[in-house]
């Protein structure tokens, strides 16, 4: 993290990019439920709302599949200066280093995350989908077009589940790395010391469990938000963590373009330093609770050597 530095236009300064990310969040917002809603009797009428939560949440995998194509690989395989002014770390994409030990280590990674992405988005998310439902059959969610929301409704819903999913991520996260006990699991996602897409699910079941399935289920049991806000509220949590990890602080983001948005380059120097942003969407509750210090030192001082540079 020594050689990095930042994008010639950063996330959330008033520019073009800015412009770009909040037109994608509106439609997001705005377009999303009329396209879904011809379809939705036909996707969901049959499954009770039990099986179409799980389906709700297995629908992450071809998005996941959907974001690496469209919005990672490019980048990764180009490496067009337009794109690469916006690349978090100076050091080369570890498949591109001169070292033949280094290649061989991200491409040995490379093949453990496919397999343990691929089983928690197919397998433990999914199951823990399943047994929130069987052992909380009363807070499943609503599937019905009787209940289709208002704009007005899932605006409340979509604020009030990003806030609480953000409280309940930010202390399952820092727990994990205050208690050994836990750390032990959290450290197999800190196994990538840069990101790339596929480091965003490289997590282990235990630490999937507690820090990216636990909070999700939790705000949905307590909110119980109809189902298509859920899936709007589910691909902007999932979009923020694919962001997170892709190694480009791009400033057309679609979740970064607002003033209290987490910076992707945030997540990357937790991953670097190990310490501190706990945040996963927005900086709130690491400026809250002082965690938001150390970076603010680091970033002080980046900006400083740039300076000079």
């Not at 179409?52 to 297995?58: C, G, K, N």
């Not at 690989?73 to 050091?91: A, C, H, N, T, V």
């Not at 691929?118 to 989908?129: E, S």
């Not at 937790?270 to 690491?286: A, E, Q, R, S, V």
Request: proline fraction near 7%; glycine fraction near 4%.
């Amino acid at each position: 993290m020594t050689k990095s530095t930042s994008p010639p236009v950063m996330q959330g300064a008033p520019s073009i990019y800015m412009i770009l990310g909040a037109l994608q969040s509106a439609l997001w917002f705005f377009a999303l439920p009329p396209l879904c809603k011809p379809i939705w009797q036909a996707m969901f009428d049959k499954l009770s709302p039990h099986i179409s939560e799980v389906f709700l949440w297995s629908i992450m995998f071809p998005y996941f599949v959907l974001y690496a194509l469209v919005v990672a690989m490019p980048p990764y395989l180009l490496g067009w200066d337009f794109f690469e002014q916006f690349k978090i770390s100076r050091d080369p994409w570890p498949w591109r280093d001169e070292r033949e030990a280094v290649r061989w280590e991200f491409w040995k990674l490379t093949r453990r995350s496919l397999v343990i992405d691929t089983v928690n988005m197919l397998f433990f998310g999914p199951v823990c989908v399943y047994l929130k439902g069987a052992l909380l059959p009363s807070r499943t969610l609503s599937f019905s077009m009787d209940d289709w929301p208002t704009y007005l409704e899932s605006l409340s819903d979509i604020i009030i589940s990003v806030n609480l999913h953000e409280f309940g991520f930010y202390w399952s996260h820092r727990l994990m790395h205050i208690y050994p006990m836990l750390y032990k699991h959290h450290k197999v996602h800190h196994e990538y010391k840069r990101n790339s897409i596929l480091s965003a699910q490289h997590f282990n079941p235990v630490d999937y469990l507690f820090s990216i399935a636990g909070p999700v289920l939790l705000t949905s049991a307590l909110v119980r938000p109809h189902g298509i806000t859920q899936l709007q509220i589910g691909l902007w949590i999932f979009t923020a963590n694919l962001d997170d990890h892709l190694g480009y602080a791009f400033p057309w983001s679609p979740v970064r373009w607002f003033p209290t948005a987490a910076g992707t380059d945030e997540h990357e120097f937790h991953h670097c330093i190990n310490m501190g942003i706990y945040g996963h969407k927005l900086t709130l509750w690491d400026h809250v609770f002082g965690t938001y210090k150390v970076y603010r030192r680091w970033r002080i001082k980046q900006w400083q050597t740039i300076k000079k540079e």
